[in-house]
């Protein structure tokens, strides 16, 4: 069964820079999407950034195009999340979440995946 497993939160000044990483376990990522998300309390979880399996299709939210990169390490079978320049508002748990490509409603709804990691904490102080 596919696991997925996140790392890499913790607090930063804003400004700063973290690398959030996804470790993928039990499946190929041939044909698969893997997205992170993130959500505050009371709110719904919000699509931040996806990449296809073979790496090389990517979405960005708006928010986050231009100081965020998503990346993939097929041999180490991690997606990683690099961003830059966070802001306290980026304060959230971030969730990678993993399915098929081919989304019915977008790739950024959490209602398209079935995989889901446990979440990291980022915290982004000002």
């Known amino acids: 069964e596919m696991q997925l497993v996140e790392s890499g939160g913790g607090l930063v000044q804003a400004g700063g820079s973290l690398r959030l990483s996804c470790a993928v376990s039990g499946m190929t990522f041939f044909g698969y999407a893997i997205t992170w998300f993130r959500q505050v309390p009371g709110k719904e979880r919000e699509g931040v950034a996806s990449?296809?399996?073979?790496?090389?299709?990517?979405f960005y939210a708006r928010s986050f195009q231009g100081r965020s990169t998503i990346s993939i390490d097929n041999p180490k079978k991690t997606v990683y999340l690099q961003m830059n320049n966070l802001k306290p508002e980026d304060t959230a748990v971030y969730y990678c979440a993993a399915d098929q490509m081919g989304w019915s409603s977008g790739w950024d709804r959490e209602d398209e995946y079935g995989y889901w990691g446990q979440g990291t904490q980022v915290t982004v102080s000002s």
């Open positions: 990449i296809s399996g073979k790496g090389g299709t990517t």
